[in-house]
T-cell receptor
Framework: EPEVTQTPSHQVTQMGQEVILRCVPI?????FYWYRQILGQKVEFLVS????????KSEIFDDQFSVERPDGSNFTLKIRSTKLEDSAMYFC????????????FGSGTRLTVV | AQTVTQSQPEMSVQEAETVTLSCTYD???????LFWYKQPPSRQMILVIR??????QNATENRFSVNFQKAAKSFSLKISDSQLGDTAMYFC????????FGKGTRLHILP
């Protein structure tokens, strides 16, 4: 069964450093998403991306965050200057088209900011 | 505002029993999807079951079934013949494009 692949599975970074989280969505999917889950809390929507641009973003997704699909396969989330409160599990998700709900999550990247 | 409420933070049941997890949601949309996701200790998000709001028939996947009451905006999950491997956090979620999650119910299946 096709999978959404996220790398790395765990990343530790120093506060103030830039970090890039990588995702490879399912190949024929057109809609891409990032979600965040702080330990012990619910999963929160960050951003959706379609046709090489952001469709929607949440209040969490401030100027420190950016997304990119640099090469037609990878989908990245960049945090420019990490804060302690950015420590969380970050999930990438993708789906095929607007009318299908084959919504598939990756296994997540655990980001720890120290 | 679109919200999802899970009123049971934690539940425990004996193995082989049936358990029902509650969920209510709020939306003004008429066409949407509802989901239950399972999150084991590995923290992976695993889709348990999905329901399209325009379908009146309740979705079923093996031991998992839902009771979808659209007018009441209620979407409960029933797990029959519960197994030790069902121990996990369960999230109810609502979606049109992005998905809105509830805070979760931590379910313990006791041997």
């Amino acid at each position: 069964e096709p999978e959404v692949t996220q790398t790395p599975s765990h990343q530790v970074t120093q506060m103030g450093q830039e970090v890039i989280l990588r995702c490879v969505p399912i190949s024929n999917h057109l809609y891409f998403y990032w979600y965040r889950q702080i330990l012990g809390q619910k999963v929160e929507f960050l951003v959706s991306f379609y046709n090489n641009e952001i469709s929607e973003k949440s209040e969490i997704f401030d100027d420190q965050f950016s997304v990119e699909r640099p090469d037609g396969s990878n989908f990245t989330l960049k945090i420019r200057s990490t804060k302690l409160e950015d420590s969380a599990m970050y999930f990438c998700a993708s789906r095929e088209d607007r009318w299908s709900y084959g919504y598939t999550f990756g296994s997540g990247t655990r980001l720890t900011v120290v | 505002a679109q919200t999802v409420t899970q009123s049971q933070p934690e539940m425990s049941v004996q193995e082989a029993e049936t358990v029902t997890l509650s969920c209510t949601y709020d939306t003004s949309e008429s066409n949407y999807y509802l989901f239950w996701y399972k999150q084991p200790p590995s923290r992976q998000m695993i889709l348990v079951i999905r329901q399209e709001a325009y379908k009146q028939q309740n979705a079923t996947e093996n031991r998992f079934s839902v009771n979808f009451q659209k007018a009441a905006k209620s979407f409960s999950l029933k797990i029959s013949d519960s197994q030790l491997g069902d121990t996990a956090m369960y999230f109810c979620a609502w979606g049109d494009d992005k998905i809105i999650f509830g805070k979760g119910t931590r379910l313990h299946i006791l041997p």
